[in-house]
């Protein structure tokens, strides 16, 4: 073989070598920067759900990646009679916690245009009294639930007026059915003008202490009025009849007819108020033209306000003696105008249903008779069957298990009075202190809708982001007054925060590519708030971005807090409410009128994020409940009466601590197949690269050194003989 020839293989060997190097470290960077990619991108399509039919659909609606934990410490009234009865101001002590373990489970899931949404099936597991021997079973404490009740009502006496028609066709039913009474023989009974002992009916009814008469009869039989003396002679003993009295409690157990729903409704009391006040009927009529012209005259007919909103129209009126909005001339025609609106609702079958009035002067002793009977008798028995038997005062001492989860209240299930059917349905279901529902059916009722976007949306980097809460995309400028309309948008992150971009086997951090400010919405305050970026924890031996709500949100420079110095409700809930930090960060009044010292860097809500995926791992939110009292909460009668004082002030009722955080077999998973699958990656990377340019080396030296051996030249051997002397 020739010189040449010797040196060409030799560096083909070596370029072979050399070539293999190569390709071994191909082989090791693919490892080392590809792998992990496609490692990152199967694990955030485990995260994305988008349809029911995917094998990670289940584990998202049964929220199996995540633990939640409740504890809840109650503030308990301890001078509950001096508060109440005696113009004292609350008094209150801490007591808890009670902690309860939260499962959820999602309902009603629809997907559509990159967002989801659903119902949160919440329920509540007891786990932990603090110390079940020290502290009663049942507390003392403020109900929101009555404040929550009677506050769209803006007062107790609309909110008990609304509940006449359900509370009356229960009562009335159980006194037919428990007597064996007809209806005639029902109608007669109310209708007697003779005392009536109500202990002498065969009822389960309760009724509350110096309530003694129930018919319109023998109530205005006993009430020493000027109209009842004026009825009572025009009748000359003569009992009211079925007919009468069909007319009127006919209306009393008829939700529409008695105008339960535009008792809470501004629209509708406003649409009647100009209607009525700006009638141009005439000022008199005799009684036979009056009933005449309720059966001709069709604009008073299209007229449908309600007995109830009528009634109070009507008192308000002759409360008014001195007219400045009104002159007298137009105000004795209002009356007119409300008095045959009455009528017309008393009279809706003239000849069946309407109170035989001899007089045209006897209207208005009827009118004010049936007025005082329904707005101010009545209200007393509603009252004490809706609130008082069911403990459902302004204070309570329902026991912490029904204060914390929630209960039911009786209510009325479809029934048959007067020969109408009637399908009564009434809000049963008390709210506790945290989102528990007993049934799906419950749960689909009650809960508040949430709507979220999608992996979908932004390449997943607002996966379970916020788009709308109770279906509403932002809250209205009547709920949050003081806000623009972005601050009143409902948007945030949720579970999930935006992923690392990229992912690198020998990368060991991740964090410089997480925002140093996430925006979070937190669906107890109604309200999107930042978390600032403070560092990084490690969980389970991984490495956590952590981020805390930033101090500017308890500030009064924010739109959502009020001169309490609180995070206001009360527009949202219809009565004043607020949210806080525990134990108070209020002004100096509240402060120190209740001797409560807040640790606020104690109670800091914090999240921490897992990087790489954007996972939310953990989170710590504590916020305490305060509600306040208004004199208007508190027209009705009680069996014993009231002296308030304390009102338009915060009150303490609870605080809370909630907590998430993923499984244990969340974070095994995601250290066997992300952080181990990475350290594989990265000590591949490197010992493959490592033998790679050993490799790649070695055929350097082939190919380098075995040429320049090859053109070496070797002496050749002496051709001279050796020749011995002749």
């Not at 065969?202 to 202490?209: E, G, N, R, W």
Request: charged letters at 20%; aromatic letters at 12%; a positive charge.
């Amino acid at each position: 073989m020739s010189l040449n020839r010797k040196m060409s293989s030799a560096r083909i060997l070596g370029a072979g070598i050399v070539i293999t190097g190569l390709v071994v470290l191909s082989i090791g960077l693919i490892i080392g920067l590809q792998f992990p990619n496609v490692l990152y991108r199967q694990t955030l399509k485990k995260m994305c759900v988008k349809r029911k039919d995917q094998p990670s659909y289940t584990e998202w609606t049964t929220d199996k990646r995540r633990l939640k934990f409740n504890d809840v410490h109650y503030w308990i009234v301890s001078n509950v009679d001096l508060f109440l009865y005696g113009g004292e101001a609350p008094k209150v002590f801490e007591i808890g916690p009670v902690a309860f373990k939260e499962d959820e489970t999602k309902l009603r899931v629809s997907f559509h245009d990159n967002t989801v949404t659903f119902k949160p099936w919440e329920r509540q597991t007891f786990r932990l009294d603090s110390d079940p021997s020290r502290w009663p079973n049942k507390v003392p404490m403020i109900n929101f639930n009555y404040l929550r009740l009677v506050g769209p009502f803006e007062s107790d006496d609309l909110f008990i007026a609304a509940q006449l028609p359900l509370t009356m066709t229960n009562s009335l039913n159980q006194i037919t059915l428990s007597n064996g009474w007809s209806n005639d023989d029902l109608l007669l009974w109310l209708g007697r003008l003779q005392p009536t002992d109500i202990k002498l009916l065969k009822t389960d009814l309760k009724f509350p202490s110096g309530f003694l008469t129930f018919g319109f009869g023998s109530w205005l039989y006993q009430n020493d009025t000027k109209y009842k003396s004026v009825i009572l002679k025009s009748r000359k003993g003569a009992f009211f009849n079925t007919s009468e009295m069909l007319g009127l409690y006919g209306i009393l157990t008829s939700r529409e007819l008695f105008g339960v729903d535009m008792l809470k409704n501004k629209l509708s009391q406003e649409h009647c108020e100009k209607r009525i006040f700006v009638s141009d009927s005439p000022t008199t009529q005799s009684l036979p033209e009056l009933m005449a012209s309720l059966a001709k005259d069709d604009s008073l007919a299209e007229i449908d306000c309600g007995l109830a909103y009528l009634l109070l129209t009507y008192e308000k009126l002759q409360k008014h003696r001195s007219v400045s909005l009104l002159d007298r001339k137009k105000k004795f025609r209002t009356i007119q105008i409300v008095s045959r609106l009455i009528m017309l609702k008393l009279c809706r079958k003239e000849e069946t249903e309407c109170f035989r009035i001899s007089e045209a002067g006897l209207l208005d002793d009827y009118i004010q008779a049936i007025l005082d009977y329904v707005i101010k008798h009545l209200p007393y028995f509603i009252f004490y069957q809706v609130i008082t038997l069911n403990d459902n005062d302004i204070v309570t001492y329902r026991d912490k298990t029904n204060v914390t989860l929630g209960y039911d209240v009786p209510y009325v299930e479809q029934v048959d009075i007067f020969n109408k059917k009637q399908e009564v349905t009434a809000t049963s279901w008390m709210y506790g202190i945290l989102d528990n529902y007993a049934s799906e059916d419950e749960a689909l009722r009650y809960s508040l809708s949430r709507t979220l976007q999608t992996c979908q949306a932004d390449n997943g980097r607002t996966n379970m982001y916020w788009k709308a809460y109770a279906g509403m995309t932002s809250t209205s400028p009547e709920q949050v007054p003081n806000a623009s309309s972005g601050q009143r948008r409902i948007y945030g992150y949720s579970t999930n925060f935006p992923p690392t971009s990229t992912i690198a086997a020998c990368r060991p951090r991740m964090f410089t590519q997480l925002p140093e400010t996430l925006p979070v919405f937190f669906s107890a305050m109604w309200r999107t708030v930042p978390f600032q970026h403070t560092g990084e924890l490690h969980f389970r031996g991984v490495e956590l971005s952590e981020y805390v709500m930033d101090s500017a949100v308890w500030s009064k420079r924010s739109s959502f807090i009020d001169n309490t110095s609180f995070h206001s409700l009360t527009k949202i809930n219809q009565y004043p409410s607020w949210l806080s930090l525990p134990r108070y960060h209020g002004n100096v009044e509240t402060q120190t009128e209740f001797d409560i010292v807040s640790d606020r860097a104690r109670y800091d809500t914090q999240i921490w994020v897992e990087p790489i995926t954007g996972e939310l791992w953990q989170s710590i939110q504590y916020y305490q409940y305060s509600v306040a009292l208004l004199p208007q909460y508190f027209k009705i009668r009680r069996q014993k009466p009231l002296n308030i004082s304390y009102f338009h002030k915060p009150i303490p009722l609870f605080w809370v601590r909630h907590e998430e955080t993923v499984t244990p077999s969340v974070t095994a998973a995601f250290k066997r197949d992300v952080i181990r699958f990475l350290r594989a990656s990265c000590g591949g990377l490197i010992s493959i690269t490592l033998i790679a340019l050993l490799v790649i080396g070695i055929g350097v030296v082939v190919a380098v050194c075995k040429g320049n051996t090859q053109q070496r030249v070797t002496p050749e051997p002496s051709t001279t003989a050796n020749h011995t002397p002749r």
